[in-house]
């Protein structure tokens, strides 16, 4: 494939989403192209701010958070197979703003339907529900033992 249509559809497909660096080399590799247009594409979509990780990783923690309902081990793990770096990891999620996450939590068991008439069951329940989530044991200990439900 000419780098020019390679670089065309590429810019296309950092258009309509946010992309990280390993994603755009995902998509190029499934096009024949030499490793020195491969980099030179890589080069030039992050000279022109088609990518960007930090930008990327702030846009996938809030969709994940607001929409998915992820807490944040799901979040990081997440991030890191797609190739973030973990100090740009650590640095978005240590904005994140404890108050509302944790309200984000208790919203999450308040509104998972369980039907369990054995209240350690159903703590059982809502725990490994949360923890598939992605939040901490002991996030979810606090909540769910605090009696906030």
Not at 16 to 37: G, P
Not at 56 to 63: D, E, T
Not at 89 to 104: A, F, R
Not at 133 to 143: A, L, N, T, W
Request: proline share 1%; net charge positive.
């Amino acid at each position: 494939m000419y780098k020019e249509i390679a670089l065309k559809k590429i810019l296309h497909y950092c258009d309509y989403q946010d992309r990280c660096k390993k994603e755009i080399f995902t998509k190029l590799n499934s096009f024949e192209l030499a490793d020195d247009d491969r980099n030179f594409i890589v080069g030039f979509l992050n000279d022109e701010g088609y990518i960007n990780d930090e930008r990327y990783c702030r846009s996938y923690v809030k969709s994940k958070l607001s929409l998915k309902k992820w807490g944040i081990n799901k979040i990081k793990l997440s991030l890191i197979t797609k190739g973030i770096d973990r100090e740009i990891i650590d640095n978005v999620l240590s904005e994140i703003d404890q108050d509302s996450y944790k309200e984000e939590l208790v919203n999450l068991l308040k509104n998972k339907k369980i039907n369990e008439e054995d209240p350690y069951k159903r703590k059982a329940k809502l725990m490994r529900y949360a923890v598939s989530k992605g939040y901490s044991i002991s996030e979810v200990m606090e909540i769910v033992n605090g009696n906030e439900l």
